[in-house]
Every structure is written in structure tokens, then in C-alpha cells.
């Protein structure tokens, strides 16, 4: 009565006089039908989602664990080079603040808003965002030619790690920044 009393003044509703537990067998079966039904309306499907994980424990976290032990770090950023096959001598230029990712990298991302630049620097041509090209390469940066970013969307890349399968493309991104 006085839990009752409690909601009410705090206006958190709960309706205790039909409460359910969920390890109720009524709440379990309830559960499952609802499971089934969307399955049955084909809106249940099987995919792969990156988690975060806790090696000591062996299983993943919540997104609040993970915000518990968050603080901000100086990481590193690296520029990394990936080969375009079908343009001997021409590379993509990433720039990442995650180089821990590389090894199952499976995309290059381009803003479809910015456009690039291909640099001879030597003896190779190197594509860039067109902004980034002075600060990249400093002043007098020999740029040979522009591309609209949808001129790179579709290319295939080699990766820096040859050991996992994929199809390695590049693909338009808004959230790329140039900054």
C-alpha cells in the first residue's frame, strides 16, 4: 500500500494489482509467442553486429558498462596508402584515428560532398581529399588531376592485410569530414 501510494505521488505508474514477474511462466511463454509471430511476419533475421567485449568476463557489454569506464585519450592517427589495381602506381590516401582496425578493414569511405585530389609524389600518385592536399603534403604539392568523389565510389583497393576476404571498395559516406 504504501509502494501504491509512492507511484502515485511521484506519478510513476505501476499497476500492482496485475503485476507479472518476468521469470513467470505466463511472462516466458508470452515472450516466446511474441518471438514467433515476428518470425512468422519474416521480421526476425540472423546478421553480425560488432559488440563491445570483455575478455576477463567472456561475454559482451552494455553500452552503460562501456560509458562507465569511458575518458578521453590521445590515440594515434596514422596515414595509411591502399593500392588501387586497376591504376598501377595510384593510391588512396586514408587518413584513421583507429589503426587497430585495419587488419579486417573492408571499406575506404568518401564523402560524396568533397572532391579529391590526386598528388605525384615520388613517383606515385596518391589521391587525397582536394582540402586536405597542403596540409598533407605542404605548399607546392603537385596535384595532377581532380575526382569527384563518385568517380571513386565503386573502386576496389588493396588492403593493407591480405587475410581477410572481402570486397575491399571504396564507398560514399557523409559522416567523412575533412577536418
Known sequence: E???????????????????KTMDTSFIESVWWALAEL???????????????????????????VAQGYEDLDDPSVYVRFALPDEPGTSLLVWTTTPWTLPSNQGVAVNPDVGYAVVEDGGERLIVAAPLVERVFGEGARVVETRAASALVGARYTPPFGFIPGRHVVIPAGFVTTE
Do not use: Q
Not at 504504501?2 to 507479472?20: G, K, N, Q
Not at 526476425?44 to 563491445?52: A, G
Open 39 to 65: 518470425w512468422r511476419r519474416g521480421l526476425v533475421f540472423e546478421s553480425d553486429k560488432v559488440v563491445p567485449y570483455c575478455g576477463r568476463c567472456g561475454t559482451a557489454l552494455s553500452s552503460h558498462e
Open 2 to 20: 504504501e509502494w501504491e501510494r509512492l507511484t502515485e505521488r511521484i506519478a510513476f505508474w505501476v499497476d500492482t494489482d496485475r503485476a507479472y
